[in-house]
């Protein structure tokens, strides 16, 4: 994989990947099959010590932010503790969700300790296709944007779960059954969530929006939803 071709912003305190569905941020060991981390491969970039800003799923694509020293990733995590970073993601779920709304539904950590969790959401566009499920002739998917105010584990896939507008292709909170369609009908299993952009007030560069573009599943799954749309 060509770590460069993935670089979406960079200075002289500050790296942003474009991080690929299916990319591990780091060594886990409940994933013991990856030969590639995120965390590696920008080290190597970089020729030099990184730290993860935050952190991504490994089914999630889109923004990953490094600090370059010790200092800039103590200001970072600052940043994103203090909510001082706006985080905008792009999904396709299923049904046709409301124009917009605020999902306010606290979640557990790894420890069962409940936490508060904060999602807004805005629909961008609305799609029905030909495609039969077990209870309707056609399904119907939607284009939203998403704002999450919190940073909890999951906390996307989960809260649109919650509203029952699951994101395709999530596993194991989305809809087995959609995900079975998507797979018999259009051969994909990529999970369609991604990191859109980050914008946030730096002190030395101030004010600093970092975009990733959509990746080529994503991109064709909207074309094909553009073309077989019959609402």
């Not at 030395?204 to 073309?227: C, H, W």
Request: proline letters at 3%; one cysteine or more; aromatic letters at 8%.
């Amino acid at each position: 994989m060509d770590i460069s071709s993935l670089i979406v912003y960079e200075n002289d305190t500050i790296v942003a990947l474009n991080k690929p569905h299916g990319l591990l941020v780091h060594k886990s060991s409940i994933a013991a099959d990856a030969k590639e981390f995120a965390l590696q491969m920008v080290r190597e970039y970089c020729e030099q010590k990184v730290y993860l800003a935050h952190r991504l799923d490994r089914k999630t694509s889109g923004v990953l932010l490094f600090s370059k020293n010790e200092e800039e990733n103590i200001y970072l995590n600052t940043l994103f503790s203090d909510k001082l970073i706006q985080k905008t993601y792009r999904a396709i779920v299923r049904g046709h969700t409301d124009d917009n709304g605020i999902i306010d539904y606290p979640l557990k950590n790894d420890r069962l300790k409940v936490q508060e969790a904060i999602t807004h959401y805005k629909t961008i566009s609305r799609y029905e296709i030909n495609l039969p499920n077990e209870r309707h002739a056609t399904s119907r998917y939607s284009l939203v944007e998403l704002y999450p105010t919190t940073g909890r584990y999951h906390q996307l896939r989960k809260h649109m779960a919650h509203i029952r507008h699951p994101i395709i292709g999530d596993r194991p909170h989305g809809c087995n059954k959609q995900n079975r369609i998507w797979k018999a009908h259009f051969d994909m299993t990529t999970m369609l969530l991604h990191a859109e952009r980050l914008i946030f007030n730096h002190k030395k560069y101030g004010t600093i929006e970092i975009y990733a573009p959509i990746n080529q599943v994503f991109s064709d799954t909207l074309d094909m939803l553009r073309v077989q749309n019959i609402s």
